[in-house]
């Protein structure tokens, strides 16, 4: 079976499986870039949440609620949502995985900082390994550049969703360093162009991975990579 990955805009994705649909960290009220909206979306299997700033929560609240759907973050994300009268929620930590009907998830380190809209601790920011259909996808998060991404790709990423927007994350050129450490077959660059002060051009990221064997995708926002599979 395939999978299908459509970029949002900024960080948020849809992962289409044929028997599952899941988002991540989807922002789409209020985000300039959001190529729909939230009451767009298809009905939700799970939702992932890398952690607890506004434009990665986004409209988890309103779509858990919508679709009685499960929420996976951190458990202080967990906890938060559980007591706003989200009824599926599963905590994790980073390092922790757990198999979820959908598919298998892992939590990773992200190296940046988290707090919810009410002003409390969000957590440890995290990414995101998932295992679906036996696609391998690595969703970074939020997260600047360090050296323990190459463990995260030691046993095969077939796509790597990485920030490049600079400023509160990696910009275009420490992105394509990561995706050398991660060494997913297609990469794609994600959070920037939202704002002016993420407004870095994605066409850096791509020449700096030319005669490498990844490839870099470029996608604007509402467009799929169709026929992900292993």
């Known amino acids: 079976m395939s999978v299908k990955v459509t970029w949002l805009g900024h960080a948020a994705f849809l992962i289409e499986t044929g028997k599952y649909n899941l988002v991540i960290d989807p922002f789409l009220t209020d985000n300039p870039q959001a190529s729909c909206k939230a009451d767009e979306l298809p009905e939700l299997s799970a939702i992932l949440v890398t952690h607890g700033h506004r434009d990665h929560l986004g409209d988890t609240l309103h779509l858990a609620k919508k679709f009685n759907c499960l929420v996976v973050s951190t458990v202080e994300i967990a906890n938060y949502l559980k007591g706003r009268g989200v009824k599926h929620v599963h905590g994790q930590q980073p390092g922790g995985a757990w198999k979820h009907p959908f598919g298998k998830v892992k939590l990773t380190r992200a190296f940046h900082g988290s707090f919810l809209p009410d002003g409390s601790y969000g957590g440890q920011p995290v990414g995101f390994l998932l295992e679906v259909e036996g696609v391998t996808i ?29 400023n ?34 994605p066409q850096d990221f791509a020449r700096r991975l030319q005669g490498s064997s990844i490839k870099p995708v470029i996608l604007k926002p509402g467009e799929s990579l169709s026929q992900l599979i292993r």
């Open 138 to 166: 690595y969703h970074a998060g939020d997260t600047a550049l360090f050296s323990d991404m190459k463990l995260i790709g030691r046993k095969g990423v077939d796509l790597a969703l990485l920030p490049c927007g600079d």
């Open 168 to 201: 509160f994350t990696m910009g275009t050129e420490d992105a394509a360093l990561a995706a050398t450490y991660i060494h997913p077959r297609i990469a794609v660059p994600m959070h920037y162009g939202t704002w002016e002060l993420i407004d870095t051009d």
